[in-house]
């Protein structure tokens, strides 16, 4: 099973560039979500989606996009690339089932570098 | 806001050391409280908790779970250099499909 598949794993931007994070699961998970993580910190909530047409912020969105148009996908969008956007980006998906704790599938990671 | 934080941030101890990792929360309409082990790449889920008092074990690994205090702690016995790692606890509101993570642990073992 693929699961949660993200690319690129690693790139370098310059500031003012764009690009665009892909994600992708193949376990028919509703629930998707984006995650970015600073150095030595702990993961922050950039934007979920609970269905395909269906996206929310989360406590960081400033700077992203994201758009869900199939439930598999769930691309994240960077516009005007920032040095404070340096981190890793973690890409997860999680069935309805609100039952089992371990529901959170997270991608392998993406590092992405601004200078 | 809903909020989690974890402490120490960083600890260093000998191979054969217990450690204890703190997290305290607080959250509208708590439903659980994860912990994950997070070593290069994406965070692996070790426990759920739900109930008070009720601990959970796996191995060398525990955990317990107290909603009057809001907190749970994570205990490893007889640590391990395959421990070193950074601990994440997150948790999860009632209603929300999201969890809210707090700024981790990052053991150390040294052998």
């Known amino acids: 099973n693929a699961g949660v598949t993200q690319t690129p794993k690693f790139r370098i931007l310059k500031i003012g560039q764009s690009m665009t994070l892909q994600c992708t699961q193949d376990?028919?998970?509703?629930?998707m979500y984006w995650y970015r993580q600073d150095p030595g910190m702990g993961l922050k909530l950039i934007y979920y989606s609970v269905g395909a047409g269906i996206t929310d912020k989360g406590e960081v969105p400033n700077g992203y996009n994201v758009s869900r148009s199939t439930t598999e996908d769930f691309p994240l969008r960077l516009e005007l690339a920032a040095p404070s956007q340096t981190s890793v980006y973690f890409c997860?998906?999680?069935?309805?089932?609100?039952?089992?704790?371990?529901?959170?599938?997270f991608g392998e990671g993406s590092w992405l570098t601004v200078v | 806001e809903d909020k989690v934080v974890q402490s120490p941030l960083s600890l260093v101890v000998h191979e054969g050391d217990t450690v204890t990792l703190n997290c305290s929360y607080e959250v509208t309409n708590f439903r659980s409280l994860l912990w994950y082990k997070q070593e290069k790449k994406a965070p692996t889920f070790l426990f759920m908790l739900t109930s008070s008092g009720i601990e959970k074990k796996s191995g060398r690994l525990s955990s317990i779970l107290d909603k009057k205090e809001l907190f749970s702690i994570l205990n490893i016995t007889a640590t391990q250099t395959g421990d070193s790692a950074i601990y994440l606890c997150?948790?999860?509101?009632?209603?929300?499909?999201?969890?809210?993570f707090g700024q981790g642990t990052r053991l150390t073992i040294n052998p």
């Open positions: 376990m028919n998970h509703n629930y």
């Open positions: 997860a998906s999680s069935p309805i089932d609100r039952l089992s704790g371990n529901t959170i599938y």
């Open positions: 997150a948790v999860a509101a009632q209603g929300a499909q999201k969890l809210v």
